[in-house]
């Protein structure tokens, strides 16, 4: 009863798996993984941090997530950095996007960067990792925002979404499911290889982080 096209149209197969976001490497407690745990909440005001199941420790690699609420970091992150404390600071490790209140800022290692827009809710932010040259865009609906650079390049990083509040929500599309749980229509963009289905084009030479794209 009330199955609809987005409930059963991930692309999953036994040759080709897209990264999710894990229930086993996240913080003990929350934040609580729904919908194919592709998209994250808060049941209380407080930091909670989230990795994807895929590392990456070469290439180039792009992934959506739909936003709403406020104070939401969506990042690449150490695959060492702790995940067990209820702060922002326990972010160190992470580099990308920081949803300070609605403004969009940079985020490098615990550093925040200026204002560069205003987020409202159903944005869509984009993450293109090039993990060999050590940057991160923030995307926001296809306009480059802002580049985080100076991100290490000796050990394996993982994509993270963190959120700090009880009405906030990320819903993560690594390629699998473009209409983010059914909230839009979805997209038809793929990437370079023909892998995943994208709102947005993935900038160029950029992947969806799937395990036939992995070398």
Not at 14 to 21: D, G, Q, R, S, V
Not at 22 to 29: C, G, M, N, R, W
Not at 131 to 140: F, K, L, P, S, V
Not at 156 to 181: L, R
Request: hydrophobic share 35%; charged share 15%; glycine share 10%.
């Amino acid at each position: 009863s009330g199955i609809v096209a987005s409930d059963c149209n991930m692309p999953d197969s036994p040759e080709n798996n897209f990264a999710t976001l894990s229930p086993l490497d996240k913080h003990p407690t929350f934040p609580a993984l729904t919908e194919g745990n592709l998209k994250t909440s808060n049941p209380a005001s407080a930091w909670f941090f989230c990795r994807s199941t895929i590392g990456m420790t070469s290439g180039k690699w792009y992934a959506e997530i739909r936003v709403t609420g406020a104070y939401v970091q969506c990042q690449v992150m150490k695959q060492t950095a702790l995940l067990t404390q209820n702060s922002s600071a326990n972010a160190s490790g992470g580099y990308g996007f920081f949803l300070d209140n609605t403004d969009i800022k940079s985020y490098s290692n615990g550093t925040l960067g200026a204002d560069v827009g205003d987020l409202t809710d159903g944005d869509i932010i984009g993450l293109a990792y090039d993990y060999d040259a050590g940057t991160c865009q923030i995307r926001q609906n296809n306009t480059l925002r802002a580049t985080t650079s100076s991100i290490p390049t000796t050990e394996a990083m993982t994509f993270m979404s963190a959120t700090a509040e009880i009405t906030n929500t990320t819903t993560w599309n690594f390629g699998q499911d473009s209409t983010f749980a059914g909230a839009i229509t979805a997209g038809t963009e793929t990437d370079g290889n023909g892998k995943g289905v994208f709102k947005y084009a993935p900038p160029s030479g950029y992947l969806a982080l799937c395990t036939a794209n992995l070398p």
